[in-house]
């Protein structure tokens, strides 16, 4: 596709149930990254693929957030015993490998756990 | 690990100056960034800078990038309604090419 898609766009699901968001990258952009942008928290870092290099989760807020990337392209982050706090837009973004290389984003994923 | 460090809010009237402000941790960040976000939209790259630069013009917009005092700053010149957006500062991370974004300052431009 021209862009990064992600989905589903929106996702409401009970609390404590596992939720899984998709993400297609630019075709041939080594570089995934998620973010979550929670109400007044601006962007927070997730994960960050590169290549084949080991992520970089150091922003995955608990044991139950958990993401892949498959065969260096499709990415999903999976959510498990969802809580309320879970709740905000998870934004995906891909980019060539080098410096000053623009990261573009999706359109997110809003997900309302209720 | 890097901070990244906005207002929230910025309020201007059309046709004035918009000077929105960042200020950073991570001195040996090579490229920084302004994304602007839209209402319901994902964010878009308006305009970087290196590090060796002090300054940047593009066409409306400037950039100004003071390295002693880990601060940069956004100027949008004739400031319209349609430049009510979310503007995110944005730093690499040191070593790697993850981005750090910071708060966000939400533009709010008065007709």
């Known amino acids: 596709g021209a862009g990064v898609s992600q989905s589903p766009s929106n996702k409401v699901t009970e609390k404590g149930k596992d939720v899984e968001l998709r993400c297609d990258p630019i075709?041939?952009?080594?570089?995934l990254y998620w973010y979550r942008q929670s109400l007044g928290q601006g962007l927070e870092f997730l994960i960050y693929f590169q290549g084949n290099s080991a992520p970089d989760k150091s922003g995955l807020p608990s044991d139950r957030f958990s993401a892949e990337r498959t065969g260096g392209s499709v990415s999903t982050l999976t959510i498990q015993r969802t809580q309320q706090e879970d709740s905000a837009v998870y934004l995906c973004a891909s980019s060539l490998a080098h410096g000053g290389a623009e990261a573009f984003f999706g359109q997110g994923t809003r997900l309302t756990v209720v | 690990g890097e901070d990244v460090e906005q207002s929230l809010f910025l309020s201007v009237r059309e046709g004035d100056s918009s000077v929105i402000n960042c200020t950073y941790t991570d001195s040996s960040s090579t490229y920084l960034y302004w994304y602007k976000q839209e209402p319901g939209a994902g964010l878009q790259l308006l305009t970087y800078?290196?590090?060796?630069?002090d300054m940047k013009q593009d066409q409306r917009l400037t950039v100004l990038l003071n390295k002693k005092d880990k601060h940069l700053s956004l100027r949008i010149a004739d400031t319209q309604t349609g430049d009510s957006a979310i503007y995110f500062c944005?730093?690499?991370?040191?070593?790697?090419?993850?981005?750090?974004f910071g708060t966000g300052t939400r533009l709010k431009v008065l007709a």
């Open positions: 944005a730093v690499g991370a040191s070593g790697t090419y993850k981005y750090i």
């Open positions: 800078i290196f590090s060796n630069m």
């Open positions: 075709s041939g952009h080594t570089a």
